[in-house]
């Protein structure tokens, strides 16, 4: 297995041991508190169904880029992660205005327990996608140049798991009323 590879693997491994620390932790709070319902019913359904979509899309992208880098064809591998980099970014920008909205109706981090749990969690996976996004930028400057293409499908397998990441947030803080 390349190194590369090998570091990406290890990272992730560290990172699901993160967010199912906090997946679970959420789980055993929300059976220990049914009124937590009540306040998740204050998310927005809609937003986190759409952010869903955005980033289930952005996946697509990564694996159109990784299929492109095989090719050899570099350029196109470039403008492919550019794709999903503008995936995350829409998925961060309507995170912030759903969170601006959630907040100007009084719906913050102290508001209790499920709102606590929703921000950190929420928060942690944005910053990952930020994260994803920054890393994304600069494989695909090198993409472009048709250098380091191997770099591709790194990046991707990282954006993957921050799609699955949310594939698990999604019902657990936005259908689980």
């Known amino acids: 297995m390349p190194t590369g590879r090998l570091a990406i693997w290890w990272v992730l491994v560290s990172e699901v041991v993160v967010f199912g620390g906090v997946l679970v932790s959420y789980i055993m709070n929300r059976l220990a508190h049914p009124e937590w319902g009540l306040q ?3 998310t927005n359904l809609l937003i986190g169904a759409f952010n869903t979509f955005v980033l289930l899309t952005s ?3 990564a694996v159109l880029a990784h299929q492109a880098a ?3 064809n570099g350029p196109k591998a ?3 992660l550019f794709a999903t980099v503008g995936g995350g970014a829409t998925f961060l920008i309507v995170k912030s205005i ?3 909205s959630e907040i100007t109706h009084g719906f913050t981090i102290q508001s209790g327990g499920f ?3 929703y921000y950190t969690a929420a ?4 910053t990952h996608v930020l994260a994803g996004m920054i890393i994304m ?7 472009l140049k048709n250098r380091d293409l191997h770099r591709v499908e790194n990046v991707g397998i990282y954006w993957h798991f921050v799609d699955i990441v949310w594939i698990f947030l999604f019902p657990l803080l936005y259908i689980a009323k």
Do not use: M, N
């Open 123 to 126: 928060g942690i996976h944005a």
């Open 40 to 42: 998740a019913a204050h």
């Open 78 to 80: 470039a403008r492919l």
């Open 59 to 61: 996946s697509l992208s």
């Open 98 to 100: 759903e969170w601006t």
């Open 70 to 72: 095989e090719q050899g």
């Open 115 to 117: 709102w606590s749990y």
């Open 137 to 143: 930028v600069w494989v695909a400057r090198s993409a």
